[in-house]
């Protein structure tokens, strides 16, 4: 699942390439493959604000987008969307969690590939 993950982080950010902010629009519709059974695709800004623009998460869960990632937290409370910031790279990096799963509403691990590409983290979280 982590090779898919990385694919799909890929993609969307060759689809940023192609389209621009437009992206955005088709990644938060999760079509196009930007969501994938338990895969996500997700995008968020890649400074001190760090709002999240894009985010293809699962339709039973509550939308992140608008969101800023210092205000993520895990399930421990631990700052998750600090950790992206701090750990993104440019030619990405891989990061576990753990997060509350929105069919079944239990605490599971999580992994997110996180690339960081010109002034957003983009990233596909399983």
Same mark, same amino acid.
């Given at each position: 699942?982590? @090779?898919?993950?990385?694919?799909?982080?890929?993609?969307?950010? &060759?689809? #940023?390439?192609?389209?621009?902010?437009?992206? #955005?629009? @088709?990644?938060? &519709?999760?079509? +196009?493959?930007?969501?994938?059974?338990?895969?996500?695709? #997700?995008?968020?800004?890649?400074?001190?604000?760090?709002?999240?623009?894009?985010?293809?998460?699962?339709?039973?869960? %509550?939308?992140?987008?608008?969101? /800023? !990632?210092?205000?993520? $937290?895990?399930? /421990?409370? &631990?700052?998750?969307?600090? !950790?992206? !910031? +701090?750990?993104?790279?440019?030619?990405?990096?891989?990061?576990? +969690? @753990? +997060?509350?799963? %929105?069919? @079944?509403?239990?605490? &599971?691990?999580?992994?997110?590939?996180?690339? $960081?590409?010109?002034?957003? !983290?983009?990233?596909?979280?399983?």
């Amino acid at each position: 699942m982590a @090779t898919k993950a990385k694919r799909l982080a890929a993609r969307a950010i &060759e689809w #940023f390439q192609r389209v621009g902010p437009a992206a #955005f629009k @088709t990644i938060c &519709e999760g079509t +196009d493959g930007f969501r994938d059974r338990d895969l996500s695709v #997700f995008v968020a800004q890649a400074n001190r604000i760090g709002k999240v623009v894009a985010h293809a998460g699962s339709p039973q869960g %509550p939308s992140q987008v608008s969101r /800023r !990632l210092l205000e993520i $937290r895990n399930p /421990r409370s &631990e700052a998750i969307g600090q !950790l992206l !910031l +701090d750990q993104a790279t440019d030619e990405g990096n891989g990061i576990d +969690d @753990t +997060d509350v799963d %929105p069919v @079944t509403n239990k605490v &599971e691990h999580k992994f997110s590939w996180v690339v $960081r590409f010109e002034k957003h !983290l983009f990233g596909c979280g399983i």
